[in-house]
Protein backbone atom coordinates (compact mmCIF):
# COMPACT_ATOMS: atom_id res chain seq x y z
CA UNK A 1 0.00 0.00 0.00
CA UNK A 2 1.25 3.19 -0.95
CA UNK A 3 2.39 5.43 1.98
CA UNK A 4 0.24 8.48 1.17
CA UNK A 5 -2.97 6.51 -0.27
CA UNK A 6 -6.03 6.50 1.73
CA UNK A 7 -5.11 10.00 3.41
CA UNK A 8 -8.27 11.11 5.12
CA UNK A 9 -8.80 14.83 5.90
CA UNK A 10 -8.73 15.69 9.51
CA UNK A 11 -9.14 19.50 10.46
CA UNK A 12 -8.20 23.19 8.72
CA UNK A 13 -6.98 25.50 11.30
CA UNK A 14 -6.20 29.69 10.39
CA UNK A 15 -4.04 29.92 13.72
CA UNK A 16 -1.79 28.54 15.55
CA UNK A 17 -4.43 28.42 18.76
CA UNK A 18 -6.88 26.15 16.76
CA UNK A 19 -3.79 23.59 16.16
CA UNK A 20 -5.28 20.18 17.25
CA UNK A 21 -3.84 18.02 20.11
CA UNK A 22 -0.52 16.44 18.87
CA UNK A 23 -1.41 12.83 17.60
CA UNK A 24 1.52 11.03 15.90
CA UNK A 25 3.76 12.00 13.85
CA UNK A 26 3.95 15.00 11.23
CA UNK A 27 5.27 15.21 7.82
CA UNK A 28 4.62 19.17 6.60
CA UNK A 29 4.40 20.12 2.75
CA UNK A 30 5.67 23.51 2.57
CA UNK A 31 6.25 25.87 -0.83
CA UNK A 32 5.69 28.91 -2.75
CA UNK A 33 2.16 29.65 -4.29
CA UNK A 34 2.09 28.21 -7.90
CA UNK A 35 5.27 25.94 -7.05
CA UNK A 36 2.93 22.70 -7.15
CA UNK A 37 2.24 21.86 -3.73
CA UNK A 38 -1.41 20.68 -3.89
CA UNK A 39 -0.95 18.96 -7.23
CA UNK A 40 1.87 16.72 -5.77
CA UNK A 41 0.05 15.92 -2.80
CA UNK A 42 -2.73 14.91 -4.44
CA UNK A 43 -0.24 12.64 -6.73
CA UNK A 44 0.85 11.34 -3.69
CA UNK A 45 -2.38 10.44 -2.51
CA UNK A 46 -3.53 9.49 -5.83
CA UNK A 47 -6.54 11.59 -5.33
CA UNK A 48 -7.81 14.44 -7.63
CA UNK A 49 -8.94 16.83 -4.97
CA UNK A 50 -7.38 15.63 -1.75
CA UNK A 51 -5.50 19.16 -1.62
CA UNK A 52 -7.27 22.37 -2.76
CA UNK A 53 -5.71 23.57 -6.37
CA UNK A 54 -6.33 27.16 -6.47
CA UNK A 55 -6.50 28.77 -9.91
CA UNK A 56 -5.94 32.29 -7.66
CA UNK A 57 -2.19 31.23 -6.26
CA UNK A 58 -2.15 32.52 -2.41
CA UNK A 59 -5.75 31.98 -1.79
CA UNK A 60 -5.43 28.87 0.59
CA UNK A 61 -4.79 30.85 3.90
CA UNK A 62 -5.14 27.37 6.15
CA UNK A 63 -2.95 24.50 7.77
CA UNK A 64 -4.87 21.19 6.74
CA UNK A 65 -4.42 17.86 8.18
CA UNK A 66 -4.62 14.29 6.43
CA UNK A 67 -4.23 11.58 8.60
CA UNK A 68 -2.34 8.38 6.68
CA UNK A 69 -3.48 5.19 7.31
CA UNK A 70 -0.60 4.46 8.99
CA UNK A 71 -1.42 6.77 11.71
CA UNK A 72 1.21 9.81 10.70
CA UNK A 73 -0.38 13.51 9.59
CA UNK A 74 0.20 14.80 6.17
CA UNK A 75 0.27 18.63 7.15
CA UNK A 76 -0.68 20.78 4.28
CA UNK A 77 0.71 24.21 4.94
CA UNK A 78 -0.09 27.86 3.29
CA UNK A 79 1.38 28.61 0.01
CA UNK A 80 3.84 31.35 0.53
CA UNK A 81 4.96 34.31 -1.31
CA UNK A 82 2.29 35.42 -3.56
CA UNK A 83 2.51 38.84 -4.03
CA UNK A 84 -1.16 40.25 -4.66
CA UNK A 85 -1.98 39.06 -1.29
CA UNK A 86 -2.66 42.35 1.22
CA UNK A 87 0.28 42.69 3.44
CA UNK A 88 -1.57 42.25 6.76
CA UNK A 89 -2.72 38.66 5.73
CA UNK A 90 0.79 37.91 4.85
CA UNK A 91 1.89 38.67 7.94
CA UNK A 92 -0.78 36.28 9.51
CA UNK A 93 0.61 33.30 7.33
CA UNK A 94 4.13 34.08 7.86
CA UNK A 95 3.46 34.40 11.61
CA UNK A 96 1.08 31.07 11.39
CA UNK A 97 4.44 29.33 9.19
CA UNK A 98 7.22 29.93 11.69
CA UNK A 99 5.07 29.40 14.79
CA UNK A 100 4.27 26.02 13.29
CA UNK A 101 7.76 25.19 12.01
CA UNK A 102 9.44 26.31 14.92
CA UNK A 103 7.34 24.86 18.15
CA UNK A 104 4.92 21.89 17.01
CA UNK A 105 6.46 19.13 19.14
CA UNK A 106 5.30 16.47 16.28
CA UNK A 107 6.59 17.55 13.42
CA UNK A 108 9.65 15.20 11.97
CA UNK A 109 10.38 16.39 9.09
CA UNK A 110 9.28 18.95 5.97
CA UNK A 111 8.81 18.38 2.76
CA UNK A 112 9.62 21.67 0.83
CA UNK A 113 8.02 21.98 -3.01
CA UNK A 114 10.14 24.45 -5.40
CA UNK A 115 8.93 24.87 -8.95
CA UNK A 116 11.99 23.51 -11.00
CA UNK A 117 12.25 26.57 -13.59
CA UNK A 118 13.15 29.04 -10.46
CA UNK A 119 14.43 26.94 -7.00
CA UNK A 120 15.54 28.08 -3.98
CA UNK A 121 13.97 31.63 -4.22
CA UNK A 122 14.39 34.17 -0.67
CA UNK A 123 11.07 32.90 0.82
CA UNK A 124 12.44 29.40 0.59
CA UNK A 125 15.61 29.86 1.60
CA UNK A 126 13.71 31.67 4.56
CA UNK A 127 11.49 28.37 5.27
CA UNK A 128 14.72 26.08 5.57
CA UNK A 129 16.28 29.14 7.97
CA UNK A 130 13.37 28.46 10.31
CA UNK A 131 13.33 24.67 10.15
CA UNK A 132 17.10 23.90 9.59
CA UNK A 133 18.29 24.56 12.87
CA UNK A 134 15.87 22.01 14.70
CA UNK A 135 18.04 19.01 13.06
CA UNK A 136 15.23 17.57 11.80
CA UNK A 137 15.32 16.38 8.07
CA UNK A 138 14.31 18.76 4.47
CA UNK A 139 13.03 16.94 1.28
CA UNK A 140 13.20 19.28 -1.52
CA UNK A 141 10.72 18.58 -4.60
CA UNK A 142 11.64 20.24 -7.51
CA UNK A 143 8.26 20.32 -9.30
CA UNK A 144 7.31 20.58 -13.09
CA UNK A 145 10.02 18.71 -13.77
CA UNK A 146 8.59 18.02 -16.90
CA UNK A 147 8.86 21.13 -18.34
CA UNK A 148 12.61 21.27 -18.56
CA UNK A 149 14.50 19.09 -20.69
CA UNK A 150 16.41 16.01 -19.42
CA UNK A 151 19.70 17.86 -19.29
CA UNK A 152 18.34 21.16 -17.72
CA UNK A 153 16.83 18.91 -14.93
CA UNK A 154 19.92 16.98 -14.23
CA UNK A 155 22.05 20.63 -13.80
CA UNK A 156 19.03 21.98 -11.82
CA UNK A 157 19.12 19.20 -9.40
CA UNK A 158 23.00 19.21 -9.53
CA UNK A 159 23.04 22.87 -8.63
CA UNK A 160 20.26 22.87 -6.01
CA UNK A 161 21.75 19.99 -4.30
CA UNK A 162 25.45 21.90 -4.57
CA UNK A 163 23.93 24.50 -2.75
CA UNK A 164 22.37 23.15 -0.27
CA UNK A 165 25.23 20.85 0.67
CA UNK A 166 26.62 22.74 3.71
CA UNK A 167 22.96 21.96 5.68
CA UNK A 168 24.23 18.19 5.38
CA UNK A 169 22.38 15.07 4.92
CA UNK A 170 19.42 16.23 6.64
CA UNK A 171 18.51 17.90 3.19
CA UNK A 172 17.73 15.87 -0.07
CA UNK A 173 16.48 16.82 -3.19
CA UNK A 174 15.05 15.04 -5.92
CA UNK A 175 13.14 16.27 -8.98
CA UNK A 176 9.01 15.47 -9.64
CA UNK A 177 6.06 15.76 -11.91
CA UNK A 178 2.69 15.50 -11.06
CA UNK A 179 1.73 15.64 -14.56
CA UNK A 180 4.13 12.74 -15.39
CA UNK A 181 4.16 10.98 -12.07
CA UNK A 182 7.55 10.75 -12.00
CA UNK A 183 9.28 11.13 -8.06
CA UNK A 184 6.53 9.57 -6.16
CA UNK A 185 8.51 6.66 -5.10
CA UNK A 186 11.48 8.78 -3.80
CA UNK A 187 9.42 10.51 -1.58
CA UNK A 188 7.50 7.71 0.16
CA UNK A 189 11.01 5.88 0.14
CA UNK A 190 12.25 9.19 2.18
CA UNK A 191 9.15 10.34 4.34
CA UNK A 192 8.85 6.41 5.13
CA UNK A 193 12.42 6.39 6.47
CA UNK A 194 11.50 9.59 8.73
CA UNK A 195 8.37 7.83 9.91
CA UNK A 196 10.50 4.46 11.34
CA UNK A 197 13.47 6.73 12.26
CA UNK A 198 13.21 6.18 16.33
CA UNK A 199 12.32 9.34 17.35
CA UNK A 200 9.52 9.72 14.92
CA UNK A 201 7.84 7.58 17.93
CA UNK A 202 5.82 10.38 19.86
CA UNK A 203 3.50 10.02 22.39
CA UNK A 204 -0.04 10.28 21.69
CA UNK A 205 -1.24 12.80 24.48
Do not use: C
Not at 40 to 60: C, D, E, M, Q
Not at 193 to 205: I, N, R, T, V, Y
Amino acid sequence: MSLFRNAQFEISIAKASGLPTPIGPEVAFAGRSNAGKSSAINTLANHTRLAYVSKTPGRTQLINFFRLQNGAVLVDLPGYGYAEVPEAIRRQWQHLLEDYLTRRPNLIGLVLIMDSRHPLKELDRTMIGWFAPSGRPIHVLLTKSDKLTRSEAAATLARVRKELEPLGDKVTVQLFSSLKKTGVEEVEVVVGSWLKAPDSSLPEE
